[in-house]
């Protein structure tokens, strides 16, 4: 729990990073897939890409996000089905303010690369949690491809792995946090919080807080020798 040694990446990058690299690879080469086929999503993840949809080509047609969607939502308000639906996902949060450079470009594909962005966040986040945990590359390998393997599912892209993408990023973190006793680490930590509440749906944010505080909650009772000296 020192504060003097500070490397960034202390060994979990230049060590067996082509291992990391195989992931990302793999992860690479089916979203080019997809892409490549043109292949909708299905099941609600259809219904996610169509209000995206909209919502881009309005941006993109008149520099402006829609008010409401009268026949989609039945006349509620589009701010509601935005926050919800409208670009779940972080990059879709900077292409939406973008989308008049992009009318041109195949729709699928940016909303493809959305998904495969985030899933960037996960597989990266999982990756240095693993490795922090595990000695053995081959063991963060297996952990992180099976979390990718359960949890994202492409038919409802939104509705899984979108609620929790950040959360190993998170844990990181604060494990840095209270390793080195920098404040940049906590503050990187509660911004991918906030960024993951807000890309995905808001009430999951009571789970998703609850799950930070019970690990690190056992953590400290696990570590009380460690802890109570650094706090």
């Given at each position: ?19 990391l ?61 935005y ?60 952990v ?8 994202v ?5 939104y ?12 844990l ?60």
């Amino acid at each position: 729990m020192s504060s003097n040694n500070d490397p960034e990446f202390p060994g979990i990058f230049r060590k067996c990073n082509w291992v990391l690299l195989l992931i990302l690879a793999l992860e690479a080469a089916q979203i080019v897939w997809l892409i490549a086929q043109r292949r909708l999503v299905l099941h609600d993840g259809l219904f996610q890409v169509m209000v995206q949809y909209i919502f881009f080509n309005n941006a993109a047609m008149t520099g402006e996000l829609p008010l409401w969607l009268p026949y989609l939502t039945h006349g509620t308000t589009a701010a509601f089905w935005y926050t919800v639906n409208g670009a779940d996902g972080l990059l879709g949060q900077v292409w939406l303010h973008v989308a008049p450079f992009l009318y041109q470009v195949n729709f699928l594909s940016i909303a493809y690369l959305g998904i495969f962005f985030d899933k960037l966040i996960l597989i990266v986040g999982a990756w240095l949690l693993s490795r922090r945990l595990f000695r053995s590359p081959w063991t963060a390998f297996f952990v992180t491809t099976g979390l990718m393997a359960a949890s994202v599912w492409e038919m409802q892209p939104y509705f899984n792995f979108h609620n929790y993408y950040a959360l190993p990023f998170i844990l990181y973190l604060f494990h840095r946090f209270f390793d080195t006793g920098r404040w940049r680490y906590a503050l990187g930590a509660i911004n991918f919080f906030l960024l993951q509440a807000l890309t995905g749906m808001i009430y999951v944010m009571a789970v998703s807080s609850l799950s930070v505080f019970l690990y690190f909650l056992f953590y400290f009772l696990c570590n009380r020798e460690k802890i109570v000296p650094f706090l």
